[in-house]
């Protein structure tokens, strides 16, 4: 069993906003998050990520919890489970009840890295590669960059440092052939580690030096590699991203080496795959301007025309930016051209823009039936997009296709589904901003219930007694996400809105005294002295103490 201990360490490494962002795309709102809820249909973003409290809610079905809980729903894994993958996802080593049962991280990957970088240096054909490619050897340091020998020198190595077959298999190092027989997935190819999110290294690219049909492979697919996800190089660029608000989408390996060298240190490529929609939740971190920047070939032009209508339509700012004449950004750094680079950096073609010119150079205007269908291809696109951005680009459309812009008929029916904010009263926001504050400055707890305690709230008591005592509860997560509440700025603030909460609270009791014709003559008397006293004093700027 995990130790509580490593359980709560491992809750102080992990980020809610960059777990839940690595599967679903995150836009902020205000202090927190929100996007469509992943666990119901829904088109309305009422799904919301809170950074403070590291707790998620849905104003639509319900869920709540925290990180661990996410990744438990969302994988459909056990709390271990859940765990164990957030573990490694950070690079964190958890602890077990039975020393038996602990399992430290698996190194096999940095041991077996540390190997191949230490076989480059050791292999001319493979240095000279690299060499000839413009890689200097701080970029080789810098990005790890090694060398796979033959499959028997692999399967040796990883046998001599005691890592069982299973093991090996499981991170993607080894397979098994339909024979039984194990095989060394990289074989003698130039390797590129790939990280996480979070910079442990979870799986390998490789280049082929010794003409093998297939240039580049990856490593399978498994539990902590998942190709359609990871971005080449993202670690390292991260912090460079938000610098810049930008990020630099490339197709290879060695072009993000070569822009990193040259000083475009916000490029990140994609794994041999096309650009995906589980990629852009790791794209919107930050909310930079994105950069597609791909090979002029037909090839490139599909994948980017691909790219441009997932990033459009997910409402990315950005361009397109194609290389021709057969070169690469790795090429023209390698050439010296890296002002030419950067003119053409900032000189991307819309997304927009990029899909629409592809769309309608599929077509032969001059037959009218290709226009109309051009037509229809293109509405059916820009009712993607937000109404600001149809409208913008329905006159560009036009203009291209050589039609009136009234043809390009762009009205959608109001969706029938829409979402219904809860009327608060003036006394349900007043309650509900003490708790929220309440939430957000624990530390006045102490003081704050020699004035007020739950049987003074009208409608929300059960939700004071919550956040004094049991912060845990799903209600006080969407009090918290609800943008509607305000917290009470500063001790001054608290104290003003106490006095006349207070004020208000002792006139409701002494009109209540003063109808009940059950008490004795003498007690009401005595009651309303007191109460009258109180108002007095909170009338004076005095806080008045329960009694």
Not at 336 to 356: D, K, Q, S, T, Y
């Amino acid at each position: 069993m995990i130790t509580p201990d490593s359980i709560e360490a491992l809750k102080g490494r992990l980020d809610i906003v960059d777990v839940v962002g690595s599967y679903v795309e995150l836009k902020r709102s205000g202090s927190n998050f929100k996007a469509p809820c992943p666990f119901h249909d829904e088109k309305s973003a009422s799904f919301m990520v809170n950074p403070q409290r590291q707790r998620y809610h849905c104003f639509g079905c319900g869920v709540d919890g925290d990180s661990i809980k996410f990744t438990m729903e969302y994988e459909k894994l056990s709390y271990p489970e859940a765990i164990e993958k957030l573990a490694s996802s950070v690079n964190f080593t958890l602890h077990y009840t039975d020393n038996n049962e602990r399992r430290e991280r698996s190194n096999l990957l940095d041991t077996l890295n540390g190997w191949y970088q230490k076989l480059l240096g050791e292999n001319r054909t493979a240095s000279a590669y690299l060499s000839d490619r413009g890689i200097y050897a701080s970029s080789i340091e810098k990005f790890g960059i090694g060398y796979a020998p033959t499959s028997p020198e692999t399967l040796r190595f990883l046998e001599h440092h005691k890592f069982s077959s299973e093991e090996s298999i499981t991170q993607g190092a080894i397979g098994r052939g339909d024979d039984g027989r194990l095989f060394a997935r990289f074989i003698e190819r130039i390797t590129f580690p790939i990280h996480s999110n979070s910079g442990a290294i979870v799986g390998f690219g490789g280049r082929t030096i010794t003409g093998h049909q297939a240039k580049y492979v990856n490593s399978s697919q498994s539990a902590i590699f998942n190709k359609s996800r990871l971005l080449y190089a993202y670690h390292l660029a991260r912090e460079s991203i938000y610098k810049h608000k930008e990020i630099i989408v490339t197709e290879g390996y060695l072009d993000v080496v070569m822009l990193h060298q040259a000083g475009f240190t916000h490029a990140v490529a994609t794994l041999g795959t096309a650009l995906t929609s589980e990629h852009l939740p790791t794209l919107r971190k930050g909310e930079p301007r994105v950069l597609v920047a791909y090979d002029g070939d037909k090839a490139g032009q599909n994948a980017a025309f691909k790219a441009s209508k997932l990033l459009s339509g997910g409402g990315f700012d950005g361009g397109v930016i194609l290389f021709s004449g057969g070169l690469d950004p790795a090429d023209m750094i390698k050439e010296g051209r890296i002002e030419e680079l950067n003119a053409l950096l900032h000189r991307p073609i819309p997304f927009i823009e990029f899909v629409i010119t592809q769309t309608i150079g599929g077509y032969n205007l001059s037959d009218s039936h290709a226009k109309e269908s051009a037509m229809h291809e293109i509405i059916a696109y820009l009712k993607t997009l937000s109404p600001l951005m149809q409208e913008e680009y329905r006159t560009f459309a036009a203009s291209r296709l050589g039609i009136s812009p009234s043809l390009i008929r762009l009205n959608q029916p109001a969706s029938s589904t829409t979402t219904q904010k809860i009327n608060f009263s003036h006394h349900d926001i007043w309650e509900l901003s003490l708790i929220k504050t309440i939430l957000d400055r624990p530390a006045i707890i102490d003081s704050l219930l020699d004035f007020i305690d739950a049987s003074l709230f009208q409608y929300h008591s059960n939700e004071f007694l919550s956040a004094i005592n049991n912060r845990d509860d799903p209600r006080l997560g969407a009090l918290l996400m609800d943008e509607r509440i305000h917290i009470f700025d500063g001790d001054e603030a608290i104290r003003a809105e106490l006095i006349t909460f207070l004020t208000h609270y002792y006139n409701r009791e002494l009109k209540k005294i003063a109808s009940e014709n059950s008490v004795s003559f003498d007690k009401k008397s005595y009651l309303i002295r007191q109460i009258r006293d109180k108002i007095a004093r909170l009338k004076r700027g005095e806080l008045v103490p329960l009694s």
